[in-house]
């Protein structure tokens, strides 16, 4: 039973449901709902595919992840950058026919599902640790500022095509001249009056007496105060006879269970896409649900994340719709409306399905113009070039592998960047670890502590050289230990032992070891002996059971002091003092 529990989060959480919690859940609900219709429509068309696509996947992945997530705010849907990538990924097929991409979608989807729920099973949570924030912020980043280039061709009702920006670019300024003013115009005024609802419509409704909850609530709904004001006008002066490029006919009703494609040749094309696709959207919903958990002093389990996310992708597929994650503006606003329980997702997918039913053919006439600008709008405050100014000022290393991920996804698509990501993230980790911090230390006058000799005032001994490591020793740096131990030992002073501080180093692999060994020979053909201090219990435990500790020319000391102490007199005086301590 406990097994069955730990997979279905929904067995906590609704023991405690009640009315008052159900009240919360839906008010959140109402105001998400409001939020997701258009949001749904624009992220389909930004991948490329039919607008109740969109819809379609903001019913049952909801409802999937009510019962599988851990998080109580978190909003799982159609997010700008997996449409992006969701685009990129069927672009590489080479389809023509709407229903074969629609069908690709699907099953992009329905692949994420797999892997997401497969790393979920096997506990592979961890592995996004290896993507550095720097990194990703610098992906969502690039990614934003594509996503709002390549809706450019809506705003000026030209053809465009391509997935990087200067394809996007060079396209808008070779069609520059077929720009259509009209919708030039509907997209100008959507943009300027989707950017003041964020900022301003809140306050001014609040400075007409209306309550915070009321004032959020209608502010939440100017985007689709935009689309009713659009939709009009291009129906009342049929602007489509004008060259205004519309959503056209919506099928009405519940999405449709689906099967995805299951031939070989196109899940093998697919395959590394979903993965990348999984990784994002793991990453960026992980974040999102961890910073909202953490306000209200809650905890999400990031390996049932993966399962929740992976049910929400697959219930994506089998109803029409395309992969999803939790969104980060949906999500926030689901917290700020009130949310308390997963409950709210599952309330927000039935109003999605209402809207399925009752309101697609009112969305005939909707420009496409005002979809991009919701797009647009939403996907700058992406954008944040200050990661640059942040990470040039704290680590130049950073600055590189973030400026280079927004270079490559830039100017060769949003997979090379994503891919590039990835890369430069464990190349960035294996760079940092590969030359750990070693310091030379000295004792601190009456005291029995130790510190940098190129940082603080400390006691040095010409014959003792004591080197304090703060990395783990692995593969990678094991070497550079060696050499950097091997480079100080040459020279001209009396040296007569090297200590090894050991307090930081969780960890010796079987290649440090053998470097290790190394070391021991080579320094006691030198005259040299090698000891170690401050070793911790589980690396103590390895060693043991290595020939390191038979063959070691010096000693294990428990502390760094005690080592000092007994090192600290030169060799043959000590032996003196002790052959004097013997005779008497």
């Given at each position: 039973m406990h097994q069955i529990k730990r997979y279905l989060p929904i067995l906590f959480w609704a023991k405690t449901y009640n009315r008052q919690t159900a009240t919360s859940d839906l008010v959140a609900a109402l105001i998400v709902t409001i939020m997701l219709i258009p949001q749904s429509l624009a992220y389909a068309l930004l991948a490329g595919l039919p607008a109740e696509m969109g819809l379609y996947a903001s019913i049952l992945p909801l409802v999937a992840y009510a019962i599988f997530g851990t998080s109580r705010a978190l909003s799982v849907g159609p997010v700008a950058v997996v449409s992006l990538m969701t685009a990129a990924a069927i672009a590489n097929l080479g389809l023509s026919d709407p229903v074969e991409?629609?069908?690709?979608?699907?099953?992009?989807?329905?692949?994420?599902?797999?892997?997401?729920?497969?790393?979920?099973?096997?506990?592979?949570?961890?592995?996004?640790?290896?993507?550095?924030?720097?990194?990703?912020?610098?992906?969502?980043?690039?990614?934003?500022?594509?996503?709002?280039?390549?809706?450019?061709?809506?705003?000026?009702?030209?053809?465009?095509?391509?997935?990087?920006?200067?394809?996007?670019?060079?396209?808008?300024?070779?069609?520059?001249?077929?720009?259509?003013?009209?919708?030039?115009?509907?997209?100008?005024?959507?943009?300027?009056?989707?950017?003041?609802?964020?900022?301003?419509?809140?306050?001014?409704?609040?400075?007409?007496?209306?309550?915070?909850?009321?004032?959020?609530?209608?502010?939440?709904?100017?985007?689709?105060?935009?689309?009713?004001?659009?939709?009009?006008?291009?129906?009342?002066?049929?602007?489509?006879?004008?060259?205004?490029?519309?959503?056209?006919?919506?099928?009405?009703?519940?999405?449709?269970?689906?099967?995805?494609?299951?031939?070989?040749?196109?899940?093998?094309?697919?395959?590394?896409?979903?993965?990348?696709?999984?990784?994002?959207?793991?990453?960026?919903?992980?974040?999102?649900?961890?910073?909202?958990?953490?306000?209200?002093?809650?905890?999400?389990?990031?390996?049932?994340?993966?399962?929740?996310?992976?049910?929400?992708?697959?219930?994506?597929?089998?109803?029409?719709?395309?992969?999803?994650?939790?969104?980060?503006?949906?999500?926030?606003?689901?917290?700020?409306?009130?949310?308390?329980?997963?409950?709210?997702?599952?309330?927000?997918?039935?109003?999605?399905?209402?809207?399925?039913?009752?309101?697609?053919?009112?969305?005939?006439?909707?420009?496409?113009?005002?979809?991009?600008?919701?797009?647009?709008?939403?996907?700058?405050?992406?954008?944040?070039?200050?990661?640059?100014?942040?990470?040039?000022?704290?680590?130049?290393?950073?600055?590189?592998?973030?400026?280079?991920?927004?270079?490559?996804?830039?100017?060769?698509?949003?997979?090379?960047?994503?891919?590039?990501?990835?890369?430069?993230?464990?190349?960035?980790?294996?760079?940092?670890?590969?030359?750990?911090?070693?310091a030379e230390v000295g004792l601190v006058p009456d005291t029995q502590h130790f510190r940098n000799i190129l940082r603080h005032d400390v006691e040095t001994h010409p014959h003792l050289v004591t080197l304090r490591v703060d990395e783990s020793l692995y593969f990678a740096n094991a070497r550079f230990l060696e050499d950097y131990v091997l480079n100080r030992v040459t020279c001209d002073q009396p040296i007569e032992h090297v200590i090894l501080m050991f307090p930081a180093v969780n960890e010796v692999d079987m290649s440090a070891l053998e470097t290790l060994e190394e070391l021991n020979r080579r320094l006691t053909d030198m005259g040299i002996a090698l000891h170690l201090s401050e070793v911790k219990g589980p690396v103590m435990d390895r060693l043991k059971r290595s020939h390191l500790l038979t063959d070691l020319s010096g000693q294990v000391f428990l502390s760094q002091y005690e080592a000092w102490q007994w090192l600290k007199v030169p060799t043959p005086e000590r032996t003196e003092q002790e052959s004097i301590a013997t005779d008497q």
């Amino acid at each position: 039973m406990h097994q069955i529990k730990r997979y279905l989060p929904i067995l906590f959480w609704a023991k405690t449901y009640n009315r008052q919690t159900a009240t919360s859940d839906l008010v959140a609900a109402l105001i998400v709902t409001i939020m997701l219709i258009p949001q749904s429509l624009a992220y389909a068309l930004l991948a490329g595919l039919p607008a109740e696509m969109g819809l379609y996947a903001s019913i049952l992945p909801l409802v999937a992840y009510a019962i599988f997530g851990t998080s109580r705010a978190l909003s799982v849907g159609p997010v700008a950058v997996v449409s992006l990538m969701t685009a990129a990924a069927i672009a590489n097929l080479g389809l023509s026919d709407p229903v074969e991409i629609a069908m690709a979608a699907v099953t992009l989807a329905f692949i994420s599902g797999l892997i997401l729920l497969a790393m979920g099973f096997f506990r592979l949570g961890f592995l996004a640790n290896f993507l550095s924030h720097p990194v990703i912020a610098g992906f969502i980043t690039a990614s934003g500022i594509l996503i709002a280039a390549s809706q450019l061709k809506h705003i000026f009702g030209v053809q465009m095509h391509g997935h990087t920006l200067p394809q996007v670019l060079g396209d808008l300024v070779a069609h520059i001249g077929q720009t259509n003013l009209i919708t030039v115009a509907i997209g100008i005024f959507a943009v300027s009056v989707l950017f003041w609802v964020r900022k301003g419509l809140k306050p001014l409704l609040l400075s007409f007496g209306l309550t915070p909850r009321n004032a959020d609530i209608l502010a939440k709904a100017g985007p689709v105060a935009v689309i009713v004001v659009t939709t009009l006008i291009t129906w009342l002066f049929n602007l489509g006879e004008h060259g205004v490029k519309i959503v056209g006919q919506v099928p009405t009703g519940l999405p449709p269970l689906t099967l995805p494609n299951f031939n070989p040749g196109l899940w093998n094309q697919l395959f590394v896409s979903a993965l990348l696709i999984s990784i994002i959207g793991f990453v960026e919903s992980v974040s999102v649900a961890q910073t909202l958990a953490a306000k209200k002093r809650q905890r999400i389990e990031p390996d049932q994340e993966l399962i929740g996310l992976g049910a929400s992708n697959v219930a994506a597929a089998v109803s029409g719709g395309y992969p999803v994650t939790g969104g980060f503006s949906r999500s926030v606003v689901n917290y700020d409306a009130g949310a308390e329980t997963p409950a709210a997702g599952a309330f927000t997918a039935v109003g999605i399905a209402v809207a399925t039913l009752f309101m697609t053919p009112l969305l005939h006439f909707l420009p496409k113009a005002t979809l991009a600008a919701t797009i647009i709008v939403a996907v700058l405050s992406l954008v944040d070039f200050s990661i640059l100014k942040k990470a040039w000022g704290y680590s130049k290393v950073d600055f590189a592998a973030v400026a280079a991920t927004i270079v490559l996804t830039l100017a060769f698509g949003v997979e090379v960047g994503v891919s590039a990501g990835v890369i430069l993230s464990i190349a960035l980790h294996l760079y940092k670890t590969s030359r750990p911090h070693v310091a030379e230390v000295g004792l601190v006058p009456d005291t029995q502590h130790f510190r940098n000799i190129l940082r603080h005032d400390v006691e040095t001994h010409p014959h003792l050289v004591t080197l304090r490591v703060d990395e783990s020793l692995y593969f990678a740096n094991a070497r550079f230990l060696e050499d950097y131990v091997l480079n100080r030992v040459t020279c001209d002073q009396p040296i007569e032992h090297v200590i090894l501080m050991f307090p930081a180093v969780n960890e010796v692999d079987m290649s440090a070891l053998e470097t290790l060994e190394e070391l021991n020979r080579r320094l006691t053909d030198m005259g040299i002996a090698l000891h170690l201090s401050e070793v911790k219990g589980p690396v103590m435990d390895r060693l043991k059971r290595s020939h390191l500790l038979t063959d070691l020319s010096g000693q294990v000391f428990l502390s760094q002091y005690e080592a000092w102490q007994w090192l600290k007199v030169p060799t043959p005086e000590r032996t003196e003092q002790e052959s004097i301590a013997t005779d008497q």
